[in-house]
């Protein structure tokens, strides 16, 4: 036989005259040690998550008090829910539960933050481009305005209260998400993983381009010939039996992050998956992205170019997912 044609191993190192006994030993040997440095790996991974994924939650949420910058508080949050993943049993219920609580948190906390300092992010704030770009699109005027237009003043409408409905159910992917962990628990990091990048995706634009909501725009900043308004806040103090807010109320968490619209980025992604899952289900998912778009623009919290810019975060999850699996296989060997 050429050496040509011989293993790599036999042309280096020449024929195993060993054993087979020995052989077997030997690498049973090998395995032993491998697996034991990744149980030691795993063990002081585990317990650095264990003291940080509580201690960077703490120092997020007392961050004022420690005087720590916004960012700086992002970055010591970015890392919680991994920590918390890798704090609980593997391939748990517990885990998934508890690092998609962590996730949903950090993103509130990313969303929140950039507006901590809001004469800073006053002056950076981004009001007259999507209302060029929406009209544009709507022939001249912006679709939000001409859809308020047709509403015909301030009286809460059995239409509004529909849709503000639909508004109100963004919480719709995370409960086919149970579903999932209850029924389907194998397919959920997949899922749960599609899902957290849709949302996570929108948040860098909250922090580099701060983009003031329609109603903002025409309430505050006097865009649109004041005609486009909040709706839903008329339609809870109208269900509430409230009286009507003022425009000057103060608003909570983070009043300029319109672009692009996380509702329809993670509505989007969960009819893609659908879509894999059964066609006719992905049809349904794709008609709530088109109920949520309509809301969205109807009700003035975004323009037509935030829904479009969250349909394309989506897709880049979608098409960027196999890129990124063998960065996420890694990481989740690392939290096994």
């Not at 509130?108 to 992010?121: G, Q, V």
């Not at 039996?241 to 989007?268: T, Y």
């Amino acid at each position: 036989m050429s050496s040509i044609n011989r293993p790599a191993r036999h042309r280096r190192r020449g024929p195993d005259r060993r054993p087979l006994l020995v052989r077997w030993f030997d690498d049973a040997r090998v395995h032993r040690r491998r697996g034991a440095r990744r149980r030691r790996l795993q063990r002081h991974v585990h317990v650095g998550a264990i003291a940080y994924a509580p201690a960077s939650i703490v120092l997020t949420m007392l961050r004022k008090r420690f005087g720590l910058p916004p960012w700086l508080s992002v970055v010591i949050a970015s890392g919680a829910p991994l920590a918390v993943a890798a704090a609980l049993p593997p391939r748990s219920r517990t885990r998934y539960v508890g690092a998609g609580m962590t996730y949903m948190w950090l993103f509130k906390e990313s969303w929140e933050l950039p507006a901590e300092d809001e004469s800073t992010h006053r002056r950076r704030l981004h009001i007259d481009y999507p209302i060029r770009v929406d009209s544009v699109l709507g022939g001249g005027t912006p679709p939000g305005q001409r859809l308020q237009r047709l509403r015909g003043g301030e009286q809460v409408t059995a239409l509004d209260i529909a849709v503000s409905v639909i508004y109100g159910s963004w919480f719709v992917p995370h409960v086919l998400l149970a579903y999932v962990l209850v029924r389907h628990p194998k397919f959920l990091p997949r899922a749960a993983g599609r899902l957290a990048a849709s949302y996570h995706l929108t948040t860098p634009f909250y922090w580099f381009v701060p983009t003031a909501p329609p109603w903002w725009a025409s309430e505050q900043a006097g865009r649109m010939d004041g005609e486009v308004h909040r709706v839903v806040r008329h339609v809870v103090c109208k269900v509430l039996g409230r009286p009507a807010p003022g425009g000057d109320e103060k608003v909570p968490g983070n009043p300029w992050g319109s672009m692009p619209s996380d509702h329809i980025s993670s509505a989007a992604i969960t009819a893609r998956g659908l879509m894999e899952v059964n066609p006719a289900l992905g049809a349904i998912g794709w008609l709530y992205v088109a109920g949520a778009a309509f809301a969205v623009v109807y009700l003035g919290e975004h323009y037509v170019v935030d829904v479009i810019a969250g349909l394309v975060v989506a897709e880049i999850v979608h098409h960027a997912e196999p890129l990124a699996a063998p960065f996420v296989r890694a990481v989740a060997w690392t939290l096994e």
